[in-house]
């Protein structure tokens, strides 16, 4: 039994990291950016959301409607300044521009706000409590992440395969070239694709805020490379992708805690790993390399 | 020795506005690198016109239209739109005012419908009688196939469907960068069957073709490139078969050179 | 546009092919001259400059490295700080059974270059932005792996033992000089490798990588042997790191602030050079002394000054100081030297390696 309920945390845990993965993926599979930063970003996020509650008052679920747009617009800006030049010059310019930015921003948390962790909503009964059915014991917040998830891929998913400006990102992501001959800036474009994936992750920094803690270092030391993990095994190119390799990213997570209760983050790595090499283009992918 | 239309005098083929070119190309420089491309061209497409580049592999014929439509800047020389001079303008922003290419390969977007293929050239179209609705009009078959997605059509099909993407822009000047590349006769025949329908609404074309045939069939006026310069313009009437072989080929008698040309680099040096 | 209308009327035999413009026999010497001085330095200065030139000393040597990756071969890694914690691990291992660390340090490292070829298999199919995420992820798997173990350490881990017996300032003096002689050594690797045929190959593959192929180099195996001499060098790196901090901590050695660190001193002096990772150190170290107590700010400085460097001078440094002078400290490329000088057939031409 305790297998199975392993199985269900791993999944619910899914969605979490199917919110830290799905800006990665559109980042990603738009424009080719492997942008070291997105974890950092997410904590930015989260203490942005900290901010709002302990100054300002606005009530902890509520947090998200400032911080989303906020960080949506970050987003934009930095990719329209910062990114977009790195990805003139090449993918090591991206790497190294990225890399910066991460340090920057870790550094700075550090410097202006001590490496203390912060969490959210400790206390709040959304946050500690849990429903039981039979002998599984449900989280709320896990539940309520992983529904979060959920709406928002849909969201991504009507956005990008109904709107205009979904079709530009795709058709960018096609061709940027002969997206110009159409008349759109695919600067802006990818502009706009930025802006979506920051304020996901942001959301996902918020829940991480929530599920675990912040601080600093959260962003490399955990969000990065979960985002990854889900990305990659999931599959690049497939929105729906990155919840399932959140999901199995989860799972095995959760196996390895079962097998060994320190071996959680390794059983997991380890999972990725094995997806890097067998098979790269990941679980959804039909093509044969990326 | 040379066999050019005098561009001073309107001709018969020239409909519309008088003597206010649509599209003017004035002494165009372009370097691939350290490679010069194109020598020096100079052209003026008049609203109504078909008017044809035409020349070998390599000739520079590609580049000329690319960098008409923004995707490659000059070395030195002007691109003007309706009189006003379009050189440093982003392509977007050209494909706006309504320069629009047809890119050669068709470079559909392939993850995306036909349909959306279609939706995305619309984006920031001009106003105009070309709309979605139009295109499946005037190509029957694409109207039950659009929602398929592009990379699953023929290259006929795909041609088709870029040549549609550009029109429901409106765009006042379309590029047709070697429509018959990769594609059989009949299938041509029928893609350069549908420009009367094009040209009927306003359109003004520029194209590029390696095909003489099909270029002397549908051009009002024409010129040849070899090696980045002009060895050949004018209209299909008045230029011989053999003229524009010696042209194409760059052979001995060849006629060099047309009016405003003034570069005395010998050929093929 | 004229070509060269006669054939040259000159035997070839006149000219001749240098490897640089003077003879490195002088920077042969005023290296050997600047090595002697360093290595006096325990003499004359005190122990906590040479601490600090400890730090230096690995930062360089992580820095050509990483240079050597993502210069030559092309490799951008984000994960070099596998093979710093490997390294430092290794001497602990053998540190625990008795060895004294600095006989360690060169078993550590070799340890490290055999380490790389399995992990070099798993990753070399992959290409650039997968490939520098799996570096990442397989550093970080290592070091959960390691710290799976309580006999070395678990999560917290362990002090190095077998050095109790020296004095402090003896032991000072012992790691710097090790520290010297990592970095001397490494860099006279990279500088022989460069010059090698091995090196010819590289910079084919920096230029135009299909073409190399096709024109029969090596590629992947140069990009291998590449890589495992990156992971020995990063190892000897973590070892002296080690031998210097008396103690080996999974989190302090497998950070990836050391890739962040090696990259930035690279990209700051100048990639795809040898002097290059000198000037980045230099600057990493002097930003890291002047700012050491405003705590954060210099990693702060050094990330905003990578951004700029990568954005807006991408040759770094060193770049913005060789387009000028023609200047190589390490000359590894070649110069044709015609008899007759500039007033005959042709200037000298430019650096063959590459131009950069």
Redesign the interface.
């Known amino acids: 039994m305790a297998w199975v309920n392993a199985i269900i945390q791993g999944v619910l845990t899914g969605g979490l990291y199917a919110l830290f993965a799905c800006g990665l993926s559109l980042m ?1 599979g738009v424009m ?3 942008n ?1 930063a997105h974890g950092d970003l997410a904590v930015i996020g989260g203490y942005i959301a900290v901010f709002v509650i302990t100054a300002i008052h606005v009530p902890v679920l509520w947090s998200f409607v400032i911080v989303v747009p906020v960080m949506a617009l970050i987003g934009y800006g930095l990719q329209r300044t ?1 990114i977009q ?2 990805l003139e ?1 090449g ?3 991206t ?3 990225t ?6 921003i870790e ?2 948390l ?2 202006f706000f001590t490496a203390n962790s912060r969490g959210i909503g400790a206390g709040m009964t959304l946050v500690t409590g849990s429903f039981t059915i039979g002998s599984i014991q449900l989280a709320y917040l896990l539940v309520t992440i992983f529904v979060v998830a959920v709406v928002v891929l849909l969201g991504l998913q009507y956005f990008l395969s109904r709107s ?1 400006y979904g ?2 990102i ?2 960018t ?3 940027r ?10 600067r802006h474009v990818f502009g706009i694709a930025a802006a979506l994936a920051i304020g996901t992750v942001a959301l996902g920094g918020i829940a991480y805020g929530m599920y675990s803690v912040l601080d600093p270092t959260a962003g ?1 030391d955990t969000i990065l ?1 979960f985002a ?2 889900a990305v ?1 095994i999931g599959g690049l190119g497939s929105l729906w992708g990155t919840l399932l390799g959140g999901v199995v990213l989860g799972v095995a997570q959760q196996i390895g805690a079962q097998i ?1 209760i ?2 959680e ?2 059983a997991g ?2 999972v ?2 094995a997806v ?2 067998l098979r ?1 283009q990941g679980l959804t992918s039909r093509r044969t390399q ?1 | 020795m040379t066999a050019t239309a005098n561009l001073d005098q309107p001709s018969a083929d020239r409909a519309g506005t008088g003597d206010t070119p649509l599209l003017e190309v004035r002494d165009l420089v372009v370097h691939h690198g350290q490679l010069l491309a194109l020598d020096s061209i100079s052209l003026r497409v008049f609203p109504g016109e078909v008017y044809a580049m035409i020349g070998a592999n390599g000739a520079g014929k590609s580049t000329l239209l690319r960098t008409i439509a923004g995707l490659h800047q000059p070395t030195t020389g002007s691109i003007l739109l309706d009189g006003s001079d379009v050189t440093t303008l982003r392509p977007e922003r050209r494909a706006r005012q309504g320069i629009v290419l047809v890119p050669e390969g068709r470079r559909l977007f392939e993850s995306l419908t036909v349909e959306e293929n279609l939706q995305v050239g619309a984006s920031y179209a001009r106003q105009g009688p070309w709309t979605i609705e139009r295109v499946y009009e005037l190509f029957d078959w694409m109207r039950g196939r659009r929602h398929q997605r592009a990379a699953q059509l023929s290259g006929g099909e795909q041609q088709t469907v870029a040549i549609g993407r550009a029109l429901v822009a409106n765009p006042r000047a379309l590029l047709l960068d070697e429509l018959s590349l990769g594609l059989a006769p009949v299938v041509v025949q029928r893609l350069y069957g549908a420009l009367p329908q094009i040209l009927a609404t306003g359109v003004t074309v520029l194209l590029v073709e390696q095909d003489v045939s099909q270029a002397l069939r549908v051009a009002s006026r024409l010129q040849c490139l070899l090696e980045g310069r002009t060895t050949l313009e004018g209209r299909p009437a008045d230029v011989t078969a053999e003229q524009v072989e010696a042209a194409y080929f760059g052979l001995a008698g060849a006629a060099v050179s047309q009016p405003g040309e003034g570069s005395e680099s010998s050929w093929p040096g | 546009m004229s070509l060269v209308a006669e054939p040259a009327t000159r035997p070839a035999a006149d000219f001749r092919v240098t490897r640089s413009r003077r003879s490195v026999a002088w920077t042969g010497a005023g290296a050997l001259v600047v090595v002697v001085l360093l290595a006096l330095f325990p003499y004359i200065v005190y122990s906590g400059t040479t601490t600090i030139l400890v730090q230096a000393f690995i930062v360089l040597t992580l820095a050509s490295m990483w240079n050597l990756l993502a210069g030559y071969a092309g490799l951008v890694s984000v994960g070099q700080q596998a093979f710093v914690g490997l390294g430092a691990y290794f001497v602990l291992i053998l540190a625990l059974h008795g060895a004294s660390p600095f006989t360690a340090l060169p078993i550590a490292a070799i340890a490290c270059g055999v380490a790389a070829v399995p992990l070099w298999w798993l990753v070399s199919r992959l290409r650039s932005g997968y490939f520098a995420i799996a570096t990442w992820v397989l550093a970080a798997t290592i070091m959960l792996f390691i710290e799976r173990f309580s006999s070395i350490g678990g999560g917290t881990g362990l002090p190095l033992p077998g050095l109790s017996g020296l004095g402090p300032t003896l032991l000072a003096a012992y790691t710097y000089w090790a520290a010297l002689a990592v970095t001397v050594v490494a860099l006279l690797a990279v500088y022989l490798l460069l010059r090698s045929r091995l090196g010819l190959v590289l910079t084919a593959i920096r230029d135009d990588e299909v073409a190399a192929r096709s024109s029969g180099a090596r590629v992947g195996l140069a990009r291998m042997l590449v890589f495992v001499v990156a992971g020995i060098g990063c190892g000897a790196a973590g070892a002296i790191l080690a031998i210097s901090q008396l103690q080996v901590q999974p989190s302090a050695v497998f950070d990836v602030q050391w890739t962040a660190e090696m990259a930035f001193a690279t990209i700051i002096g100048g990639l795809g050079t040898i002097e290059g990772p000198i000037i980045g150190t230099a600057v990493y170290m002097l930003l890291q002394q002047t700012l050491a107590s405003y705590n954060a700010w210099y990693l702060i400085i050094l990330g905003l000054v990578a951004i700029v460097v990568a954005l807006f001078a991408r040759r770094g440094l060193w770049g913005l100081v060789d387009s000028r002078l023609s200047f190589r400290l390490f000359p590894v490329g070649y110069w044709l030297r015609n008899p007759v000088g500039p007033a005959g057939l042709a200037a000298p031409l430019t650096p063959a390696d590459g131009g950069n």
């Open positions: 990603f080719k950016v492997v070291l910062l030049g790195a010059r993918v090591l310019t790497l190294i521009v890399l910066g930015l991460s340090l920057v550094n700075a550090l410097q205009k079709r530009l795709r058709a992501a096609d061709d070239e002969a997206v110009q001959l159409a008349g759109a800036d695919y490399t490379l990854f993990a990659v060994n320190s071996d983050v390794l790595f380890i990725f790993l890097l090499v790269p990326s």
